[in-house]
């Protein structure tokens, strides 16, 4: 008889989002993203940070007012550095996994790609601008967004 306590796709896949997201160096959020296809099979995977080749010691983390000594202006989303670290071919019709529900930027590039779904963890910006664009252009888009539904389930990693 089989195991009864195995992850679902859904947990395996919100699994590996998280622990992209811990590879973040971002001191207040770290999100991460994994994009998969319809046969299940990951396409990518990726976390906020700095731009490649932008030495991470030398641009801000912090959220100061001058947006120039802020990290807005530089850090690249997980779910964008998901679509542009893909080497695997094309992404459409693909479900992107996501720890934290994507910005407006975001959006666009995910309906650029061809991409159908977005399971997500958290929606705390759920009231902002960004959020509520977001969700207008998936909505005309026919991109489909659902929140991941919390299991009770523990994973714990000992490396």
Same mark, same amino acid.
Request: aromatic fraction near 10%.
């Given at each position: 008889?089989?195991?009864?306590?195995?992850?679902?796709?859904?947990?395996?896949?919100?699994?590996?989002?998280?622990?992209?997201?811990?590879?973040?160096?971002?001191?207040?959020?770290?999100?991460?993203?994994c994009?998969?296809?319809?046969?299940?099979? /990951?396409?990518?995977?990726? $976390?906020?940070?700095m731009?490649?080749?932008?030495? =991470?010691?030398?641009?801000?983390?912090? +959220?100061?007012?001058d947006?120039?000594?802020?990290?807005?202006?530089?850090?690249?989303?997980?779910?964008?550095?998901?679509?542009?670290?893909?080497?695997?071919?094309?992404?459409?019709?693909?479900?992107v996994?996501?720890?934290?529900?994507?910005?407006?930027?975001?959006?666009?590039?995910i309906?650029?790609?061809? /991409?159908?779904?977005?399971? $997500?963890?958290?929606?705390?910006?759920?009231?902002t =601008?960004?959020?509520?664009?977001?969700? +207008?252009?998936?909505?005309a888009?026919?991109?489909?967004?659902?929140?991941?539904?919390?299991?009770?389930?523990?994973?714990?990693?000992?490396?």
């Amino acid at each position: 008889m089989k195991r009864k306590d195995y992850l679902s796709w859904d947990e395996y896949f919100m699994g590996i989002a998280t622990l992209a997201a811990m590879r973040s160096k971002d001191p207040s959020t770290q999100v991460g993203a994994c994009i998969v296809n319809q046969d299940k099979r /990951i396409m990518s995977m990726g $976390y906020n940070g700095m731009p490649r080749n932008c030495n =991470d010691d030398e641009f801000p983390w912090g +959220r100061d007012d001058d947006p120039l000594n802020s990290k807005y202006l530089y850090v690249c989303h997980a779910e964008f550095n998901a679509i542009l670290n893909c080497e695997r071919g094309n992404l459409r019709g693909c479900t992107v996994y996501v720890t934290l529900f994507p910005c407006n930027e975001c959006a666009k590039a995910i309906i650029q790609s061809g /991409i159908r779904e977005v399971v $997500y963890m958290m929606d705390k910006y759920a009231d902002t =601008d960004s959020v509520i664009a977001s969700k +207008r252009m998936f909505d005309a888009a026919g991109v489909l967004y659902r929140p991941y539904a919390l299991s009770d389930k523990k994973i714990v990693l000992e490396l």
